[in-house]
């Protein structure tokens, strides 16, 4: 068992910094927090500025339930300020904290807290839950007619998972099919619709777009969105929507009219090789041709200024919330041009001058850290640093599944590995950026978490992850009652609205979980201290200034932790959350956390002084 607690910890939460969005030239007070006996008699700053390492010696600032609190003055110099603590226990205890852990030999600043000054992301989006509906399947309102593209399905007709026929297998779902099943959105715990593309294609998917300039009439055309956007809205949810920015469609207006003229302005928006039939696309897709956003029409047609697609659906009368931004890791960057800094910057802008409350998600499903500082997208869906470990941890021993992308199935590692891959990738960005990630246990790319998982308790440990750790919990449509999917594909099963066919022990966890982290501004926001890990357990504590939630979760029996009482709630009894039963201590005054699982537990604990 690894007692984590025993190691001293900060974080860029408030907890540890007094004001976690800073403006360039204010000074904060960061704190560090160091369990007595830990051997630390001295503790100081090294702060980077203007390239140069600085060193600023901390002082004792307070004394709690076990805990020495040092505080140091950090100035924010640079837009994006490096920062780490060195702790001095004598001449043979040299040891650095960065974001990337405790270590006792030099480390590179690659792991450094970071601080950033750039605007921050919109108030509401530390606070929210995102639903991700896949819009062919999700429900349908109205029939209509399939173009010619299509094999049409009933609704009950079984997913073609792999083969030529899955683009174009099309089931009807509609905007005013998911306007209608608001309720039962809010009802899960989610506020945030996040919509797969709504734009006209020749796929059920909708990433070979068309057209950027109005919604698929199989989707209802503009005013369904107009009509979701307003009843989300009346119910104080909001709406997000995918974009292209890497390519279009291959019968996009563009690209029709940049193969039928190479001298026209158009034809600067792709890169082709040798016009017109020689091109390049989406990992060599044909019917994805990639955009060149050296193009300056490019940028402003699509995300430069307020006239851009990315500005138009995010005014009146459409009023979107924010986008996703599809495979955003690929955009701007071909060969010997990197344009991707740009991109993002110069989205952030326009949706800052026209919705300056608007959310930008970019899809990165590797280590995405050198495009999240702060300046361009707010936060990425979190393959790497969430649903990767999520699933070596609790996937079925046997799990065939392709493991996001990679040749291999998805291996099980032990408790401390997952702690790690987590630490690992929250280390490489600012907290904010961490704070702002969508973590997910899946999406309409991957197999669905109840055929990785295969054990229902599992999967409840899982949205218990998703509910708590730092980050925007998404959840995929579906994954709420049990669907099941070997891949991508197959995943994207029509929603089955007979409530008979749902896993209703799923249903009441994923509300109980997330209807805990919204009652909770701990969770929500509040910093994370990770406390005890083994093979089948992790334990860990989210810290916010006046409340702290203690998260115990389990894959299988375990050996018991036990946790000391003066650190934990001070000798008093921990109140439990969602559903959890309440946990004193023992006669010695330790905290024993049961060891059965698997198991998601969530205590209250009380404040020490």
């Known amino acids: 068992m690894r007692r984590l607690w025993e190691l001293p910890h900060h974080d860029g939460s408030e907890s540890c910094v007094s004001n ?56 924010i110099h640079n837009p994006v300020t490096n920062y780490r603590w060195l702790l001095d226990g004598g001449r043979y205890d040299y040891r650095w904290l960065t974001a990337g852990g405790l270590s006792e030999h030099d480390v590179t600043d690659a792991s450094d807290f970071k601080v950033t000054t750039h ?82 294609a020749g796929s059920n998917h909708r990433y070979d777009a068309a057209t950027f300039d109005r919604v698929d009439p199989l989707l209802g055309g503009d005013e369904a969105l107009r009509r979701l956007a307003e009843a989300a809205h009346r119910r104080g949810m909001r709406v997000l929507a995918d974009l292209t920015t890497n390519h279009s469609g291959n019968s996009h207006q563009w690209f029709s009219a940049a193969r039928e003229d190479p001298a026209s302005i158009e034809a600067e928006f792709f890169l082709f090789r040798e016009h017109p039939d020689d091109y390049e696309s989406w990992l060599g897709v044909p019917t994805l041709p990639k955009f060149d956003h050296r193009s300056p029409e490019l940028r402003r047609r699509l995300y430069e200024g307020p006239d851009s697609v990315v500005a138009r659906w995010l005014q009146a009368p459409y009023n979107l919330d924010g ?110 950026t961490t704070l702002h990630n969508f973590n997910l246990l899946g999406s309409h790319d991957t197999p669905r978490v109840r055929t990785v998982f295969r054990d229902p308790r599992h999967v409840a440990v899982g949205v218990g992850l998703l509910a708590t750790l730092p980050g925007i919990p998404m959840l995929y449509a579906g994954d709420e009652i049990g669907l099941e999917g070997v891949n991508g594909e197959d995943g994207r099963r029509p929603f089955p609205w007979d409530r008979s066919r749902w896993d209703t022990a799923t249903y009441d966890a994923v509300r109980a979980l997330l209807g805990a982290r919204r009652e909770s501004v701990a969770l929500r926001r509040g910093g994370l201290r990770w406390v005890a890990a083994d093979d089948d357990v992790l334990v860990y504590l989210r810290q916010a200034p006046g ?63």
């Open 20 to 75: 976690p969005y800073p403006e360039l030239g204010e000074t904060l007070s960061v704190f560090l927090q160091v369990p007595h006996g830990a051997g630390t008699d001295q503790a100081y700053l090294r702060v980077v500025r203007d390239g140069e390492p600085l060193f600023v010696a901390a002082k004792p600032d307070r004394r709690d339930g076990g805990h020495t609190w040092f505080r140091a003055d950090l100035t």
């Open 119 to 200: 605007p921050p992301p919109p108030e509401w989006a530390a606070d929210a839950v995102v639903y991700q509906v896949f819009c062919d399947r999700f429900a349908k309102a109205v029939d209509r007619p399939a173009p010619d593209w299509a094999i049409p399905q009933a609704w009950d007709d079984p997913v073609v998972g792999r083969g030529p026929e899955t683009p174009y297998q099309l089931y009807g779902g509609d905007l005013d099919g998911v306007a209608a099943h608001l309720d039962h959105i809010a009802a899960v715990g989610a506020d945030v619709v996040y919509l797969t593309p709504v734009f006209p």
């Open 323 to 432: 986008w996703r931004i599809d495979v955003a890791n690929m955009t701007g960057r071909y060969a010997v041009t990197d344009l991707n800094h740009l991109v993002a910057t110069t989205i952030r802008a326009t949706m800052a001058q026209v919705r300056p409350d608007s959310l930008l998600i970019a899809e990165h499903c590797h280590d995405g850290s050198g495009d999240l500082m702060g300046s361009g997208w707010h936060g990425t869906m979190n393959y790497a640093g969430f649903t990767r470990p999520v699933w070596t941890w609790l996937a079925a021993p046997d799990s065939a599944e392709l493991f996001l992308g990679l040749p291999v199935a998805t291996p099980r590692l032990p408790g401390p590995h997952v702690v790690a891959t987590v630490a690992a990738f929250a280390a490489a960005v600012p907290w904010r």
């Open 547 to 609: 409340e702290q939630v203690l998260v115990q979760a389990a894959r299988g029996p375990h050996p018991a932790v036990r946790l000391p009482a003066a650190a934990f709630g001070g000798g008093g009894a921990l109140a439990g959350l969602a559903g959890t039963a309440d946990l004193g201590p023992g006669p010695d005054g330790a905290l024993v956390l049961p060891d059965d699982g698997p198991a998601i537990r969530l205590w209250s604990v009380p404040q020490t002084s």
